[in-house]
């Protein structure tokens, strides 16, 4: 009988013991059966085969085989019975004193080895029990390997097995797979805002609801931080992946509410197909990762399916990011200059500063090809900081030429509206050339005052503050609201260049001209045409009351070694382009 010790539970264990000589296997039951402490209940089997096609209803404790049976010899015995019980402890019973056979079944998987005669009782009940406590050290270790610590959904390591065996099969069977990369959208916010605890709960709970919109044998994985990986086998149609998509978005749109905060998160999904858009786990996901940028892009709340032209610019855009670094270390930047003239008296009132790229590659570049990158990689700082300082040192020296005083128009990006230091710069741009700050006038669009038209206006006060100027750029373009007019505290509106282009091919680009101009002067704004080509449109301009022009009429945005010399032949002349703009009533000359 067991005896029951003081303190000492008795445990019940099932044990497997795979043993082909029927003596050997008495010898272990009895010896099972002296055990103190525990009550060890048998299933024995006597091939390997056996025992792997008892693996479906058997779970036992731990398995006692012997290394050679009738269909099965050394360590081949430990791998298969490995890989039909990987989570149950394995002891080796060998008939042998072989000190070698026995190491190698433990390296090939086996928690220990015991000598068939060299066992008592108590020693077979010392290894089972450690070989129990190691299998759970093993297997909490695999765990921590394969699993992330936070959402208990597999990591990049065990994705990556398990892609290895999803790709194996698709290739054996012909089907495909679908690859998702998905990123929630501001994560970062969150968790700044409400902390990480939040942030974490939050993560958990995403984890939580893709996994369970998802199929049991599909995988979903955390990538790290907020980026989540799904996996679905056996998918080659793209109607397949968006019943999915729609299912991990309808998951996801709910509320969720975390220590006392309601927060609603969506995510941003980007696919990659096998066999199309790649042949191994890297690839598929680079491709995904791309196609989810793409979709971030877009805005929040999308998905996109990867497209070959997005890996093509992706190259492109490493190689622009590249190149645009070393032309801010290299000084590969120019500003060329527009004039803007008066309609009323003919002079020049202003010049308008415009960005060039000298790429020792790609020759002179307009902005459309680059600033989009400048601002992307964050150099729009540095270099609008550049473009301020140098449009201003070179309307002072124009100034010092005895040219009338000319304003000098600065375009400025969205990005720069942000950075806390921009008034500094402005201060300390116009306090370094000497130049006075009513000769700066800065272009900003109305998309880039829109997004916080509250915070927008308060810092547009603070620049009025300084004294510095402020038009509105491609007015029209933007937005519709007419409202924040009243509330910034502007000074100019410069009509875009296709109102003013479509004035005599279409009849809309008239109307909407007169209305900007009727608007800017109820506002008491100056109003500035650009792009003014033909004697047509700037005839039509002035009609309509509009008080300054830009555009090829007159001049191209030039390098100031041409434009001094245009500036002192042109500066007060009326004759060419003022033949019919009404002789200025007296007191009226002058800008
Ligand atoms: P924008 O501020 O609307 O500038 C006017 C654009 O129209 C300039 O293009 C100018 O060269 C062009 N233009 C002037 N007159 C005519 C004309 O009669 N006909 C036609 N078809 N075009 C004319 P550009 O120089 O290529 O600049 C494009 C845009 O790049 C600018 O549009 C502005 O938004 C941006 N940009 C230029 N310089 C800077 C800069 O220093 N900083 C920032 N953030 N943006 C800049
Ligand atoms: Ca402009
Ligand atoms: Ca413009």
Redesign the pocket.
Known sequence: MLDRREGEEHEIREVLLVEDNLIDAQLMRRLLRRVTGAYYRITHVRTLNDAVLSAEELTPDVILADLNLPDSRGTQTVTSLQTSYPDIPLVIVSSWEDEAISLRSVKAGAQDYLVKGHIDAANLHRVIRYAVERKRTELELVRLAHYDQLTSLPNRTLLRERVGHALARATRSGTGMATLVLDMDRFKEINDMLGHEVGDKLLIEAGRRIRASVRDQDTVARLGGDEFAVILEGVSEAKEVLAVIERITCGLSDVTSIDGHEIKSSISIGIAMYPENGSDLSELLRAADLAMYQAKSLGRGRYQFFADAMQEEAQSRHALEWSLLRAVEKSEFR??Y?PQLCLRTGTVIGV?????WSSPARGLL???CF?AG??EFGL?HE??EW?LRT?CEQVRRWHGMDFEPMRI?????AQ?LEDPMFIDKIRSALNDTKLPPEFLEL?L?ESSLMSDPAEAGALLREIRKVGVRIAI??FGTGYSSLTYLHDFPLNAL?I??RF??SMESNDRGAPIANMIIGLGKNLGLDIIA????TEMQLEYLRNQGCDIA????YA??EAPEQLTPWLAANQRISETYVRSIPVPKAGETGA
Not at 352 to 356: N, T
Not at 530 to 533: A, C, D, F, I
């Open positions: 500003l060329v527009q308008e500063a415009l960005l060039r307009t902005p459309h600033i400048l601002e729009i270099v609008g473009v449009a128009g600065v375009n400025v990006s720069q272009e669009t750029d491609d410069k875009d260049k003013v282009q650009e792009g003014v080509e830009q555009g090829y009429l191209r945005p």
